[in-house]
């Protein structure tokens, strides 16, 4: 059988907290922190929709995010980084960091963690498809104003095209 994310989540977690027991990613009420112990399969549905702001609700308060494990923690940072329009959020950097770093095995002010965090923590600019489409005044402008060019361009092109160049001739004398 193959092992669920929960799982592998829980052996990296022990791992990290050398050898001992990682608080387990149960489907149960928050821990004595205050933080939900959230699977990872409840999240991963969230994350792909980029329904961030229910990713920040399951996870709980920016407060109390450093005391999630190191899985969880990056994935709050992340969400909080996604889920601020524009804002450069300092915990969720510093979060994303310190997560990284104990999933590196590395103290916080690592260079190494730093560079790591940085690249995953980036904005990425709008996809194409999610930028909003301009108002329909300005749609209309711009196929009138193609249509136009089009027909100008025929016209020379075609039946009109000695009649232009006679007009030219004319203006540059």
Known sequence: MKPSLS???????ELLA???????????????????????????????????????????PAESAGELPPTLALIHALAQKESSEGVADTRANLLGIR?????????????LAL???????????????QRKAPKAPIRIAVV????????????????????FWEIVETMMR
Do not use: C
């Open 7 to 13: 799982d592998k989540a829980s052996a990296i977690d």
């Open 18 to 60: 050398g050898g001992r027991a990682a608080p387990p990613h149960a489907k149960t009420a928050p821990s004595s922190g205050g933080m939900a112990n959230v699977p990872l399969e409840e999240l991963e549905p969230l994350v792909v929709r980029g329904e961030w702001g229910k990713v920040l609700e399951r996870l709980g």
């Open 99 to 111: 997560a990284i770093a104990a999933l590196l095995g590395t103290k916080p002010e690592s260079e």
């Open 115 to 129: 560079n790591i965090a940085k690249r995953m923590l980036r904005r990425n600019p709008i996809a194409f498809r």
């Open 144 to 163: 009138l104003v193609a249509l136009a060019g089009g027909s100008v361009v025929g016209w020379i092109a075609g039946p009109g095209g000695d009649m």
